[in-house]
């Protein structure tokens, strides 16, 4: 039995699996920020779900934001933690061997391995509380020199666009994530989703604001077939609940732009991109997989 543990800006969700990806049991609860918290609702997680399973766990995964250089967190702004390792820390608890990663890795090799391990170059596009990209090379995840490979919503797709990350104008992140549309709305208590309701409803605001979603979505699309070869783009985090909206809006900008660049089109973005479509939760079975892999 493995266990995986997905910890997310909101909620924590943990997983223990079986050799063939079959999950044998589940947990979720609400995420603790800061280390106390963070290590506190790990430890409980992992009791949760190897209590209700049984047997013997033979390792732990942990998927968390922020860049992770040996197990140590750093720059997990949504989570209170600036520098932490919390590798360690659950190491000190178990018996099992553990490994943490990024989250978004983690949730790229789930996507990878639930859709058969049939590609060569799949990269993972989170649209969630914050925006980024999982990578997987010949079905391993590729972290990147210091840990920070697919960290695309730091990139600026426009010097006038909205200023959310860190003060950098028209980043991804700040465009197509749910901090992003919320931070543009500027509405205090207002969520996402009321965002896109009042786009519905017919205001000119939010349908813009609905519409740079579309055009940061599809920005990060490009960036990753350009950089990174990618053969298979799944796309999932809670922007991807627009579903046929967001696939039309970014169709949108993938046909103008191959009607401009030869280049562009030969990319086929459309047909290379997908919603993630499975209900199983596979951030915290990639995480689970990925604490399998030692050395």
């Known amino acids: 039995m493995r266990v995986g543990i997905d910890i997310g800006g909101t909620k924590i969700e943990a997983v223990s699996i079986d050799d063939e990806l079959n999950v044998l049991a589940t947990f979720r609860q609400p995420v603790r920020t800061g280390p106390t918290g963070i290590t506190a609702g790990t430890l409980e997680a992992i009791d949760a779900v190897s209590r209700d399973a049984g047997g013997r766990i033979e390792s732990i995964g942990v998927g968390v934001p922020g860049t992770i250089r040996r197990g140590v967190i750093h720059h997990a702004r ?103 549309v919320v931070g543009q709305w500027g509405v205090e208590g207002a969520s996402a989703v009321d965002v896109f309701d009042a786009a519905d409803a017919g205001d000119a605001r939010a349908i813009a604001i609905r519409d740079g979603v579309y055009f940061g979505a599809a920005s990060a699309v490009r960036v990753l077939a350009l950089t990174f070869g990618a053969d298979t783009i799944v796309i999932g985090g809670g922007l991807a609940g627009l579903g046929r909206s967001l696939c039309e809006g970014m169709a949108e900008h993938f046909d103008a732009w191959s ?26 079975i990639g995480a689970a997989i990925m604490g399998g892999h030692h050395g």
């Open 78 to 180: 949504n989570l209170a933690i600036e520098s932490y390792d919390l590798e360690a820390a659950i190491t000190a608890e178990t018996d099992a061997p553990v490994r943490v990663s990024n989250d978004v890795n983690a949730a790229a090799l789930g996507a990878w391995a639930l859709r058969g391990g049939a590609s060569t170059s799949l990269a993972y596009l989170n649209l969630g509380t914050g925006m980024a990209a999982g990578l997987v090379l010949d079905g391993r995840a590729w972290e990147g020199g210091r840990g920070m490979a697919g960290e695309i919503g730091y990139i600026s797709a426009d010097p006038n666009g909205p200023t959310h990350v860190e003060g950098l104008a028209g980043t991804l992140e700040g465009y197509a994530s749910g901090s992003g």
């Open 259 to 284: 009607r401009t660049s030869p280049l562009i089109a030969s990319l086929q973005l459309d047909a290379i991109t997908h919603l993630l479509d499975d209900e199983r939760p596979t951030h915290a």
